[in-house]
């Protein structure tokens, strides 16, 4: 198939917001990492005994164990998967900034869940969910506009 010779403009657009993506992903995954097992530690026995004055004036010895192993564990598990998609959200931005195909197809299948969040999101009240299911309403939109289906190589442009 024939490909448009010039990325479109709302390609670069979504790709940058997949950027975006990826660097709150991967960041929140780093911190998760590696702050937590020092929280769960009791920021390493820095908070562990605390003297506190309660409201009759009595000084309460108050004892901080830190975070629970298993809230640790989930914490570690959830930024590992954190730091897996946001290496995922640059792979994808690559794959639209140089037009390749699959991502055209991923960056419209993750549109449709999230409109289909959207809509469960606005059902159960959620007014905000409001804004993505524009936003990804365009974007499914944009990506079926013929020069942008040229580009990922879809269609051809008439001459």
Known sequence: MERAKARPIGVTII??????DGIVLLTGGILAVTIVPMLSSGLNGGLSNITVTSQQGELVNVQSTGMNGIVATIAMVAGSIAIVLGIVWFVLAWGLLTGKGWAWIITLILAIIS?????VGIASGGAPSIISLIINGVILYYMYRPNVKSYFGRVKIPK
């Open 15 to 20: 790709a940058i917001l997949a950027i975006i």
């Open 115 to 119: 409109v289909i969040f959207s809509i």
